[in-house]
């Protein structure tokens, strides 16, 4: 398993940017997938991002494709959510998480790690 903390989180306008990093603690971090999730009340959690465990893989919802970028820093053992274009319903607490044994993982059940989330609030 990894432990993962998640920062970066805060209030920004609708339009502006933000970079949201993802600290793992074990050295098997390299070896694992991660995603980004988020979160609003009364929704299912989804996947935003997801990359493999080189970086050579990426995967992107539709709603956020050409606005977030996803990357990771196997030696820092960091994944970073950069955001940019940010419109309301990008509103949500955000996730990171790990998983052990897929190249991309979409589903929720396939990720075994999880931080406990940052909120992002985009205002008008």
């Known amino acids: 398993q990894v432990q993962l903390v998640e920062s970066g989180g805060g209030l920004v306008q609708a339009g502006g940017s933000l970079r949201l990093s993802c600290a793992a603690s074990r050295h098997t971090f390299s070896s694992e997938a991660m995603g980004w999730f988020r979160q609003t009340p009364g929704k299912e959690r989804e996947l935003v991002a997801a990359?493999?465990?080189?970086?050579?893989?990426?995967y992107y919802a539709d709603s956020v494709k050409g606005r977030f970028t996803i990357s990771r820093d196997n030696v820092k053992k960091t994944v970073y959510l950069q955001m940019s274009s940010l419109k309301l319903e990008d509103t949500a607490v955000y996730y990171c998480?790990?998983?052990?044994?897929?190249?991309?993982?979409?589903?929720?059940?396939?990720?075994?790690?999880w931080g406990q989330g940052t909120q992002v609030t985009v205002s008008s």
């Open positions: 998480a790990a998983a052990t044994g897929y190249y991309l993982p979409r589903e929720v059940k396939d990720f075994g790690s």
């Open positions: 990359i493999s465990s080189t970086g050579l893989g990426k």
